[in-house]
Structure formats: structure tokens, C-alpha cells
């Protein structure tokens, strides 16, 4: 297994459609389900994900998943064998949160190597309800993957719209 950064590549597109390993789910600390992306893998994936969402709850995370941390679960009826949710933080003008964002990649990254994982769709994490401003939130997500050390082979950025594909494209050169 060689380690190494993983090689970058950017889709427009629904990331529950994505035939990888691991789709990262920009949960909230519920574990739950929600709205945007959280609500749609929750959807497609079926019950099988929120029955061991609910039993991570039950377990090892009673006070729910807490931000920049990531945990695995079955990804149920998505294409995909797994899914690493990670709740990402709120943006905030007076609070610099950027180590919290970087850090939801680099766990899930760590998350998806120890399962064995070799392809890894991620969405813009905060950048919906959280409100983090997109062209700050690729360069984060970029700079993270690009500076994880992983034997995850490939990074697949799965941008819902043009606008994201278009921030994360400029951080791609």
C-alpha cells in the first residue's frame, strides 16, 4: 500500500449517486439525518444507516458526533460501501474555525484508509445551512486532502451545483 496524497477530481452531481467506497456525509452531531446533503444520503442510503447511526448514539457517541471528528457506518442501498459522516462547523465571522473544517476531511480520509477504502466522494462541507463561504471552504477541503498523508488512492469533490464546481475547480488550477 503506498501512501501518499490521493489524486483530486471534481464532479458535478448528486453524491449519492457516486460508485465509490466511501460517500462522506456532512452530517450534524446528531447522527440523525437533516436537511441537504445528510437528508439526502439518509433518503437514498434507506434504514440501515440511521438504525447504526442510532446505535453509534446509543454507544460510543451519547452526546452526538462532535464537529471535525468522523465516524463509518453501512451505506445501505447507496452505491457505495460505506459511509463517513462528519459534522462540520458552523462559520463564524468572530471565531476562526478553519482547523475544524481541514480536520473533518483529514479524519474522514483516516476514517475511510482504515476501512480499506481506495476511492472517497466528499460534498463542500459547510457550505449549506453552516453558511461557510465557498471559495473559503475549497481552498480548506483542497489544502486538507492535498496534505493527508493516506493510502486513499483517489478524491472525488462532488459539487451539487455550478458554483461550488466552479470554486473548487479554481482550487484545483
Do not use: K
Request: proline content about 4%; hydrophobic content about 45%; aromatic content about 6%.
Amino acid at each position: 500500500m503506498s501512501t501518499g496524497a490521493p489524486r483530486l477530481t471534481l464532479v458535478l452531481g448528486d453524491i449519492t449517486e457516486q460508485d465509490v467506497d466511501v460517500v462522506v456525509n456532512a452530517a450534524n452531531s446528531s447522527l440523525l439525518g437533516g436537511g441537504g446533503v445528510d437528508g439526502a444520503i439518509h433518503r437514498r442510503g434507506g434504514p440501515r444507516i440511521l438504525e447504526e447511526c442510532r446505535a453509534l448514539r446509543a454507544s460510543r457517541y451519547g452526546r452526538g458526533l462532535p464537529t471535525g471528528q468522523a465516524v463509518a457506518t453501512t451505506a445501505g442501498e447507496l452505491p457505495a460501501r460505506w459511509v463517513v459522516h462528519t459534522v462540520g462547523p458552523v462559520y463564524s465571522r468572530e471565531e476562526d474555525r478553519s482547523a475544524l473544517l481541514a480536520s473533518c476531511y483529514r479524519e474522514s480520509l483516516a476514517v475511510a484508509a482504515n476501512l480499506g477504502a481506495r476511492t472517497v466522494a466528499f460534498p463542500a462541507i459547510s457550505t449549506g445551512v453552516y453558511r461557510w463561504p465557498l471559495e473559503d471552504a475549497a481552498r480548506i477541503a483542497v489544502e486538507a486532502v492535498l496534505n493527508t498523508d493516506t493510502t486513499v488512492d483517489e478524491v472525488r469533490f462532488v459539487l451539487f451545483d455550478e458554483r461550488a464546481y466552479e470554486a473548487f475547480a479554481a482550487r484545483l488550477g
